[in-house]
């Protein structure tokens, strides 16, 4: 193989070559490559074999609608070739194969959706080679090791192969290669400090750490010797739980994943009856670097009897996109189309049936390890609480899963909140805010905290979406702070002498000159039931409240507004009872520069930006002098 390799590449150079230019990240991704020192540079074998898998796989569910893809080389196989005296290592594969155009958008002029990504995680310190795989661009990696590349390919059922070859600095070209055996060779021409891999050992040990549960066999091609297999090639999913050990459930994640960290969480089981099938699934421990990507798209993959069908179904709702794993049917037939399988009954109770499963095995980990559930909560919780509002056949059981900061510290379940339910609380409080910190200093908790009434912390964007659509749990509704503030009458303070008596009829004629002097920024200025240390605060009284008011108003096209709030002031603070004597005493005018402090302080306090920043500095500036004066 690796003569036949090798004279294809000194033909090429008599052909009609092309140049091309590598797009502008993966130049700078491959800059990265062949210019860094890594310790860990033997990773690159297993991210071309994990590809080269993938072709295998590909060229098996293609050649069910069309065998004859198959001619002439029925067998499904990697082969690794090493040849010291060329210092080039060989990895052919007898896949898919590619084009000419695919050779040229797949290796170097398409970006792909990770190169971006995994350059600007390396130039932060935190590009490990070992994640490259994870950014879909492991193909690259290949140039840690070598000084040239050349990649020859003949796609199946094309007459003509072509040869790709580039030194990574900046360019590559692609020209005919005659012809050639069906499927795709990576020639490494070796760099001297890493002939190492050359030796039959380390290739061995590399296969067997990172690839032995490759389910295609792996041959080991050395000068005259007869090819061996040096990988077991049972597709792992299909052994008993109970003979999987916890290292090989590693690799084999890392393989689906490209995350080679350990999985927090492992789902092996089978399901027979109605429908049989296998699933192997894996609650990753890491964030995936394509979490939020717009698309939302699962990462599972289909087998039909061992054999690659497609990673695009929606085997999984969008809000477990991030678990990855293997669903492998029996009873599905091999021959249908990726069109047929978004409406296939059968995906459809698999789907149905093994999301159940994660959701069940998802409550079992939070209720019986919960330092581990924890940390896959503080990475997956957002997502997972986008169920609360898609989901509605399956929010109770989300109910039972999801966990939620609070104004008590660390984060507690709806059982834990309910069952410490202060006397007469017949509601599940909560704040919506833009981050932590600013729910923490939010002035509308005071008379909650006043009372000892526990408030959920709602931080995430979807907060704001699911707890408008949420009728409760066990009985109790879910309250705004900024709504609920009436049934605050009904809970006692903790402390009752603290509270101060106010002089509500001053309040009442302060609030009204609040509300003249303030105009339409405001809809109303009316006392506050919740304030016990801040002065004002703002709200909104509407079914939507002020922080989905700001999200969606940050929209493109949304139409919506940010729309005036309520000012509410606080009777027993000393600056309202001034305020309120002075109007007394002086008339709604005497108010008027106070009335518009008010109000920017209280947008100061939520966070908000004030709306005329001269006109607060000038007042404030005002105010400082007459106080020093």
């Known amino acids: 193989m690796a003569t036949d390799t090798t004279a294809a590449a000194e033909t090429s150079a008599n052909a009609a070559a092309t140049s091309h230019q590598f797009q502008a990240e993966v130049a700078k991704l491959l800059h990265l490559m062949v210019h860094s020192v890594y310790s860990d540079r033997d990773v690159f074998l297993r991210e071309l074999i994990s590809n080269a898998a993938d072709a295998l796989d590909k060229l098996r569910y293609e050649a069910i609608a069309s065998p004859q893809l198959l001619e002439g080389a029925p067998d499904l196989t990697v082969t690794i070739t090493p040849d010291k005296e060329k210092m080039t290592l060989t990895i052919a594969d007898t896949g898919i194969g590619m084009s000419e155009r695919e050779l040229v958008e797949n290796l170097g002029t398409i970006a792909r959706s990770g190169t971006q990504a995994f350059v600007e995680s390396a130039k932060a310190g935190h590009g490990e080679l070992n994640l490259i795989g994870q950014f879909g661009i492991g193909f690259y990696s290949g140039f840690i090791v070598a000084s040239k590349v050349d990649v020859i390919s003949r796609r199946a059922g094309e007459a003509e192969a072509f040869i790709w070859s580039s030194d990574g600095s900046g360019s590559f070209t692609v020209a005919p290669a005659g012809d050639r055996p069906r499927g795709t060779s990576i020639v490494l021409h070796l760099k001297e400090d890493a002939k190492e891999i050359l030796e039959d050992w380390k290739i061995e040990s590399v296969v067997r750490t990172y690839s032995d549960h490759i389910a295609h066999p792996i041959m080991l091609s050395i000068g005259s010797e007869t090819a061996r297999q040096i990988n077991t090639a049972s597709a792992i999913w299909t052994r008993p739980r109970s003979e999987v050990t916890a290292e090989q459930h590693k690799e084999f994640f890392g393989h689906l994943s490209g995350s080679y960290s ?49 990673d695009d179904v929606e085997l999984l709702p969008a809000y477990l996109r991030f678990v990855r794993g293997v669903i492998d049917s029996e009873d599905m037939p091999l021959n249908i189309s990726r069109e047929m399988l978004q409406n296939n009954p059968q995906v459809a109770a698999i789907r149905k049936a093994v999301t159940n499963k994660v959701l069940a095995e998802l409550k079992k980990v939070a ?42 510290g660390g984060c507690v379940s709806l059982k834990d909140y309910v069952a410490r339910l202060r006397e007469n609380q017949t509601a599940i409080y909560y704040l919506t805010a833009e981050d932590a910190a600013k729910a923490e200093a939010s002035p509308q908790l005071e008379g909650y905290r006043a009372r000892d009434i526990e408030v959920l912390l709602l931080t995430d964007p979807v907060d704001s979406f699911w707890v408008r659509t949420a009728l409760g749990y066990e009985g109790k509704p879910f309250k705004s702070v900024t709504q609920g503030a009436a049934d605050l009458d009904l809970i006692a303070l ?34 506050s039931k919740c304030l016990t240390e801040s002065a004002v605060c703002i709200v909104n009284d509407s079914a939507m409240d002020r922080t989905l008011e700001k999200l969606l108003a940050r929209q493109k096209d949304s139409g919506i507004a940010v729309s005036s709030p309520i000012l509410e002031i606080n009777p027993s603070h000393a600056l309202i009872r001034a305020l309120a004597a002075q109007v007394k005493e002086k008339g709604a005018g005497s108010v008027e520069d106070a009335a518009q402090l008010l109000l920017d302080q209280a947008f100061i306090i939520e966070g908000e930006q004030v709306p005329d920043p001269a006109g607060f500095a000038r007042r404030l500036a005002e105010v400082m002098t007459k106080a020093l004066g």
């Open 367 to 408: 209720e019986t390890e919960e330092p581990a559930f924890r940390k896959v909560w503080e990475v997956f919780g957002p997502v997972l609480k986008e169920g609360l509002y898609e989901d509605m056949e399956r929010r109770d059981q989300l109910y039972e899963i999801v966990r939620f900061k609070t104004t008590r």
């Open 494 to 527: 903790k402390d009752e002498a603290k509270k101060e008596k106010a002089d509500e009829p001053a309040v009442a004629v302060l609030a009204a000159a609040l509300k003249q002097a303030l105009g339409e920024r405001v809809k109303d200025v009316r006392s």
């Open 262 to 310: 350990d999985p927090a969480i492992t789902l092996h089981y089978r399901a027979e009856g109605r429908h049989e099938y296998t699933v192997l699934l894996y609650v990753p421990g890491e964030r995936p670097f394509d979490l939020y990507d717009p698309e939302r798209r699962g990462r599972q993959k289909l087998y039909v009897k061992r054999v690659y069908i497609a």
